[in-house]
């Protein structure tokens, strides 16, 4: 693989997540992908706020980041997989999201059947150790008719 | 004896503590949810908006979407409850509710069952509060759209109750 194709294909991925109109809403920004791994940025923005007395981030919001990233992971998974639909996502708050921080996802899609993908995910915020959310997730896989 | 209060009054004062509630949400603004009522049961709508859609070939809603439509739906459902309790109590009945800003509660985990393509129209929620105690909360959610008994998503979340005298 070479960085060529890496800057490809993160361009052409970039331009998929920004053709979703709900991850445009969200202001979603496609970071890094390498392999099976996929990195995603939420700025942060006050109208995604969800407790109004703190500031803090929806919950829904980080759902909606980490499920795009999630599925960003699986259609670019070196098996050919041409579309892809979220079965059943699990999300874990371990801490709430620092006010006034980006949120990054980092969704890795470790396991591909003939019908299901599995991811697991984590989102952060650059302070500390501790993720702010984890997500374990299973996805449909379609593909190509073989020819 | 107490004459009970006029209907208009009891409509009111209960409508106006659920607007209150729904628009201090920035988020919840942000989706475009909205809150029907009748008597203390509660059904959230999303109105179908093109800036929902996920997958524009089909199109579907977003999963992200759906996911934080039952959310909300769950966390209002919640905060509503406690907030009934607060308004109809005996003392502070026929009184308007506190300036206070509505106690919310923390999720703490949140799993979104897919059933079927969220549909390029109107959705609904309804919460049910499985298990309210003073710290946690189990609550499950259904969504659907145009049939009540064909559902497009559910979630079953658990929630950090807030303290009960934070103000």
Same mark, same amino acid.
């Given at each position: 693989?070479?960085?060529?194709?890496?800057? /490809?294909?993160?361009?052409?991925?970039g331009q998929f997540v920004?053709?979703?109109?709900?991850? /445009?809403?969200?202001?979603?920004?496609?970071?890094?992908?390498?392999?099976?791994?996929?990195?995603? /940025?939420?700025p942060y923005r006050e109208e995604l706020v969800g407790q109004p007395d703190t500031g803090v981030i929806a919950g829904g919001a980080v759902s909606a980041l980490m499920d795009t990233c999630c599925g960003t992971a699986v259609l670019i998974?070196?098996?050919?997989? !041409?579309? !892809?639909? !979220?079965?059943?996502?699990?999300?874990?708050?371990?801490?709430?999201a620092t006010v006034g921080k980006d949120i990054i996802a980092r969704a890795e899609c470790y396991h591909v059947t003939q019908s299901v993908a599995f991811v697991r995910a984590t989102a952060h915020d650059g302070e500390g150790e !501790?993720?702010?959310?984890?997500?374990?997730?299973t996805f449909t896989v379609e593909r190509r008719m073989p020819r | +004896?107490?004459?009970?209060?006029?209907?208009?009054?009891?409509?009111?004062?209960?409508?106006?503590?659920?607007?209150?509630?729904?628009?201090?949400?920035?988020?919840?603004?942000? +989706?475009?949810?909205?809150?029907?009522? @009748?008597?203390?049961e509660l059904t959230a709508v999303l109105p179908y908006r093109e800036a929902l859609i996920g #997958?524009? +070939?089909?199109?579907?809603? @977003?999963?992200?979407?759906?996911?934080?439509?039952?959310?909300?739906?769950?966390?209002?459902?919640?905060?509503?409850?406690?907030?009934?309790?607060? +308004?109809?109590?005996?003392? #502070?009945?026929?009184?308007?509710?506190?300036? @206070?800003?509505p106690r919310m509660p923390k999720t703490i985990d949140f799993t979104v069952d897919y059933l079927r393509a969220g549909l390029p129209r109107d959705a609904y929620a309804r919460a049910r509060v499985n298990r309210s105690g003073r710290r946690y909360?189990?609550? @499950?959610?259904?969504?659907?759209?145009?049939n009540r008994s064909r559902l497009f998503a559910q979630a079953t979340g658990h929630f950090l109750m807030p303290e009960r005298d934070a103000r």
């Open positions: 693989m070479t960085t060529m194709d890496d800057a /490809r294909k993160l361009k052409i991925a920004s053709a979703l109109p709900f991850s /445009r809403a969200l202001g979603l920004e496609l970071v890094s992908l390498e392999g099976n791994v996929c990195e995603m /940025r939420m998974h070196p098996e050919a997989i !041409t579309g !892809t639909a !979220t079965l059943d996502l699990r999300i874990d708050y371990m801490r709430p !501790t993720p702010v959310a984890t997500v374990a997730a | +004896m107490k004459r009970p209060e006029p209907v208009q009054v009891v409509k009111e004062r209960r409508d106006k503590a659920l607007r209150r509630l729904v628009e201090a949400v920035p988020y919840v603004q942000f +989706m475009g949810i909205k809150f029907e009522r @009748h008597g203390d #997958n524009p +070939m089909l199109p579907a809603l @977003h999963g992200g979407a759906t996911a934080s439509f039952l959310e909300i739906s769950a966390i209002i459902e919640l905060s509503w409850q406690l907030l009934w309790e607060e +308004m109809e109590s005996p003392e #502070n009945k026929g009184l308007p509710v506190g300036d @206070h800003l909360a189990s609550v @499950h959610v259904e969504g659907w759209q145009d």
